[in-house]
C-alpha cells in the first residue's frame, strides 16, 4: 500500500485514490485504493488536517497510524491528508454500478473499477502463469517481427503499412517466423499482438489481439495437443490462489476448477459431423461449437479436419490436415494448432495454390531447404482466455484499448 514508517513518530503514510465518501457522526470514512488492494482510512473530527477537497477520484497522500474499527475491520486513522490530483463531481466513475456499454466509453477511467481493475491484474496473473510454464518446459522465447509480409492464413485480411518507402502488412500471426526460430532453437513460443482486418463485430472477436505461439521441432500432432492441455491446466490452476481478485470480478472459481482434473475430449471432425448432421467440408459453426460443449462439459478437441478448409502450411493427406481446434466453454475456438508442413516439394506446391507471392515468401520455403524436421505449433488466443476466467460478456473487457471493427 506505499508505506513507509519513521520510527520516531510511529506514523505510516498511505497513498492512493479516493473511491467513496461517507460521513458519520463527527467521522468521516474514505474508502480508497492504490490499485493493488483496497483500504478504508478513517478522519476523526478534531485529529486530522484536510489540505485540498475531498473528492472522489482524487489522488492524496496521507499520515496516520494502522487501527482496528469495533467490528474487527482493518482501517488507517489519519492525521493528516493532502490532494495531490484534485477531481470533482463530474468524474465519471462515481460509487455505483456501472455497465460494461458505458464503461467501454471511458476507456481511460474504466480500469479504476474494482471489477475491472482485477480483470486486468487477472491478465497480468495468466501471462506470468504462461512464462512459468514455458520456462520450466525449457522454451526459450522469441521475438517476430509486427510489420511482415506473411499472412500465415492466406485470407487477405490484413492491415496495410504504407509509407513513402515501405509497403507491408500489420501481423496476422507469428507462427511463420516463429518457424525460423523453432529451426535454430528447437522449442520457441512467442507472445504479441496480432491484426486482423475482417469486419467482425461479435463479442468473441477483436482487430488486436494478443496471440501466444509455441513451435516446437520434432513434435507430432498428439505431443501437441498434449502440451496445450498440460499448458492451459497449469495456467488455469495457477491463477486459483488470487481469491479476492475473483471476488472483485464476483465470480467464483466452478467453471475453472471443474475442467482441471480430467482429460479433456478428443474426436475427430468426421465424429462431430455424424453426430450433428454435418456435410462432410462444412465449417463447424458457433451453434455447433456449443453444443460440443453442452454434450460433454468439457473442452473438446477436434482433430483432422477436411484439408481443403485449412491454410497451405499445414501437413496433409489425400483428405485431411493434421490439425487440431480446442473448443471451450463459453469462448469457442480458444486455440488452433496442426503439423506443419516439413517437405520441401510439398509445401512450394501448396504456396503456389494458395496464391502467396513467391518471391517475398521464398524466406519461409527456404526454411525446408535444409535440415527440415518434422515439427508442429499452436496458437492461443490470450483474450479469450481472460474472457473465459474472467466470465466477462464480451471479450472487449479483457484488454485496457480494445479495438475492433
Known amino acids: 500500500m506505499g508505506f513507509f514508517i519513521t520510527k520516531k513518530l510511529k506514523i505510516k503514510i498511505m497513498k492512493g485514490w479516493i473511491k467513496s465518501i461517507r460521513q458519520s457522526k463527527g467521522i468521516i470514512f474514505l474508502s480508497i485504493t492504490d490499485g493493488q488492494r483496497d483500504h478504508q482510512l478513517t478522519l476523526k473530527e478534531g485529529e486530522y488536517q484536510i489540505f485540498g477537497e475531498l473528492k472522489v477520484g482524487a489522488s492524496f497522500i496521507s499520515e496516520g497510524y494502522e487501527s482496528v474499527t469495533p467490528r474487527g475491520f482493518d482501517e488507517f486513522v489519519v492525521s493528516k491528508i493532502t490532494i495531490v490530483g484534485k477531481s470533482d463531481d463530474e468524474y465519471p466513475i462515481q460509487p455505483k454500478k456501472h455497465s460494461s456499454d458505458f464503461l467501454r466509453t471511458v476507456p481511460e477511467l474504466r480500469g479504476r473499477t474494482k471489477y475491472l481493475q482485477s480483470t486486468f491484474k487477472m491478465r497480468h496473473y495468466l501471462s506470468q ?13 522469441y521475438w517476430t517481427p509486427v510489420i511482415t509480409q506473411a499472412d500465415c492464413e492466406g485470407a487477405g485480411e490484413t492491415f496495410d503499412v504504407k509509407t513513402d ?15 525460423v526460430g523453432m529451426m535454430a532453437l528447437g522449442q520457441i513460443y512467442t507472445f504479441g499482438p496480432c491484426f486482423r482486418a475482417e469486419k467482425s463485430s461479435t463479442k468473441k472477436h477483436l482487430s488486436e489481439f494478443w496471440m501466444v505461439e509455441p513451435e516446437m521441432a520434432f513434435y507430432s500432432l498428439e505431443e501437441t495437443i498434449d502440451l496445450s492441455e498440460e499448458m492451459l491446466k497449469s495456467m488455469l490452476g495457477g491463477i486459483l490462489k488470487y481469491e479476492d481478485d475473483f471476488k472483485k470480478i464476483e465470480t467464483d472459481t466452478s467453471h475453472i476448477t471443474s475442467i482441471l482434473d480430467k482429460s479433456w475430449i478428443r474426436i475427430k471432425y468426421e465424429d462431430v459431423c455424424e453426430d450433428f448432421g454435418l456435410k462432410f467440408g462444412e465449417d463447424i459453426s458457433s451453434d455447433i461449437e456449443k453444443l460440443l460443449i453442452d454434450k460433454y462439459k468439457l473442452p473438446v478437441y477436434v482433430t483432422h479436419w477436411p484439408k481443403d478448409l485449412k491454410p497451405f502450411y499445414m501437413k496433409k493427406d489425400d483428405k485431411f490436415a493434421y490439425c487440431f481446434d480446442l473448443i471451450f466453454p463459453e469462448v469457442g475456438e480458444l486455440i488452433g494448432g496442426s503439423s506443419r508442413e516439413d517437405d520441401y516439394d510439398t509445401l512450394k506446391s501448396e504456396m503456389i495454390k494458395s496464391g502467396l507471392d513467391m518471391e517475398k515468401m521464398d524466406w519461409y520455403l527456404r526454411t525446408r531447404q535444409w535440415g527440415s524436421v518434422p515439427h508442429a505449433g499452436f496458437g492461443l ?3 479469450r482466455l481472460v474472457t473465459f476466467v474472467c466470465k466477462l460478456q464480451k471479450i472487449h473487457d479483457s484488454i485496457p484499448f480494445p479495438i475492433s471493427y
Not at 129 to 139: A, I
Not at 167 to 179: D, F, I, N, P, R
Request: no cysteine; aromatic share 16%.
Open 129 to 141: 502463469e504462461l512464462h512459468n510454464f514455458f520456462t520450466e518446459k525449457g522454451f526459450i522465447q
Open 165 to 179: 518507402w515501405l509497403e507491408e502488412k500489420l501481423t496476422v500471426s507469428a507462427q511463420l517466423h516463429g518457424e
Open 381 to 383: 488466443g490470450f483474450d
